[in-house]
């Protein structure tokens, strides 16, 4: 239930006689929302890698994963959206034949090798890819590849030929790795009912001659224990991030197992939860591992020294990286942002500390249009705060903007979609309450079972909280949120009398069903965050915001896509017929195409215009640059 990407994704830096190529993936909302992998060259001229038409993204435990990897030629392997399949593209290639809708059809281009267009490396049906790796010495490319609700680490021959399964072992994996010396396989892999940040394990296990995996050693993690990234060291040891101590430190770990050695033994975060498999917090190099730190108040990027644990920061004054760093010929690439800059793709040289943006600039508002965000703790509760533009001299209206997951979290950065509404007098207080990431498993855990009661509380703690240092005006507080979060906001309109509305995207509204309907990997999500079921089915009807719908404090805006496989639109209907039924006010809008996500630009205009329209209606201003919205039911 993680909100979606909106940013660079995937980074890669790949040492070239020339120099150091950045590679990285965006998307392209003005392109049907596809994600076009671009290619910044060592003389700073970019390119994109991927022809127009093919999109590289896959649907992997329906949030996707690491889907696509440079090749050694400059050709580019990649899973594309449409299909699912493995593809080459070899380096030579125009970049401008045979994407789909465009004349040409997929995997008719020629060999791989050939130059021509992308050529699908893996056959068709139901298979998808991701958590793509190029494992060093060997002509193919490893991935996990699902089939329904089965998963295992498979090699596909970048020449084509047949899939081999390396490894069949838990219900999900992820980080496939091959050691130094090629014998031996690492992966991380965990079962149901946990999810990947409650427990995995770290294993490994011999390659035979034909490269499939022997029995495994599980050499670190467990039930209760959560192993996110793990890289090989050398032959006989591995760097994994995981959080025995209750924070994911960087931890040294014998291939035979064992007690590990924690070379970061601070309260500071150095991974997150890994909804997507293929994120990457740290990067293997001579210089020591470059690690993404802190909390969700302010990420940094730094050089750890493992020998003697000493941290040199060099990610200057962004205060967020992204999950995604890469590192090759004394230069480290990742995701950065600041508070009045967007996600860019950014270029670090190690030694000097110097950095560079190579991402192609975005055009900003005026910066007097942009809030000045400050982190503060309300009772305990985290939060990120952006006041309105011109400094209302009395309390103002504030939006509750609540993450997804909700295992996650909201960095303090630039974000054009709190500026949209900040700079039309609008506050906005992003809440990471308790469960969220980037605080210490502790803080994340006062959300088991309490999934529908902490997340409220915190939320209405904040929002009464503003009232009392004189910022909102109690009458004018509204909550949205996405995913988990819309879960949030419609619980908190129906279970709380502190909200005048809100605006729900693709929102879950009654747990038990959506248990029910809902994809394999958070089919059993829910075991941690309400309770198993059937023996906790009455916590479930307690908090469903479905049954409770006459008790909603407020009208609710809902918005959902037609394609949504994580949270169906049926969640949307029945809750709105809900209201209805009780004389409470609402509006459904629904986008055909769109699925757990706002991805095409057509959409993302709507469902700002439209909640800017709801806000106007809660909270009594007008809003003649955007279409009027109507509400539903007895005012």
Known sequence: MARTDGGPLWVEAVATPAGVEVWWDEPRPHEGGRRCVVRRLPDGSRVDALPAGWNARNRVIEYGGRSWRPLPDGGLVFTNWADQRLYRLDGGASGTSGAPGTGGAPGTGGAPGTGGAPVALTPEGPARYADLYLPPGRDEVWAVREVGTERDLVAVPLSGGPVRVIVRAQHFLMCP???????????????????????????????????????????????????????????????????????????????????????????????????????????????????VRGTADRWSLSVLDPETGELRDVGGEATYWGPTVSAAGGLAVGVAATPYTPREVTLVDLASGAREVVSAPKPLPARELLPDPEAVTIEGVHAHLYPPAGAPAGPAPYVIFVHGGPTGNRPMVLDLEIAYFTSRGLGVAEVNYGGSTGYGRAYRERLRHQWGVVDVEDCAKVARGLVTMGRADAARIAIRGGSAGGWTTVAALVHSDVFAGGVAHYAITDPESWAAETHDFESRYLDGLIGPLPETRDRYTERSPLLRAAHASGPCLMLHGLEDAIVDVGQAERFVAELDRHGRRWALLTYPGEQHGWRREETIVSVLEAELAFYGLLFGFETPEVPQLKLEGRP
């Open 177 to 291: 790795r091959l050691s130094p010396g090629g014998g031996h396989v690492s992966w991380i892999g965990w079962d149901h009912p946990n999810m990947p940040w409650d427990g995995t394990e770290l294993c490994v296990a011999e390659l035979d001659a034909d490269g499939v995996a022997g029995p495994h050693a599980v050499v670190a993690g467990g039930p209760a224990a959560s192993v996110v990234q793990a890289e090989w060291r050398d032959e006989d040891s591995l760097y994994a991030v995981m959080d025995p101590t209750g924070w994911w430190n960087v931890h040294l770990v014998s291939r035979e197992g064992g007690p590990s050695r924690n070379l970061t033994p601070r309260e500071e975060e150095f991974g997150d939860a890994p909804w997507k498999p293929g994120m990457s917090w740290f990067a293997v190099t001579e210089a020591g591992l470059v690690v």
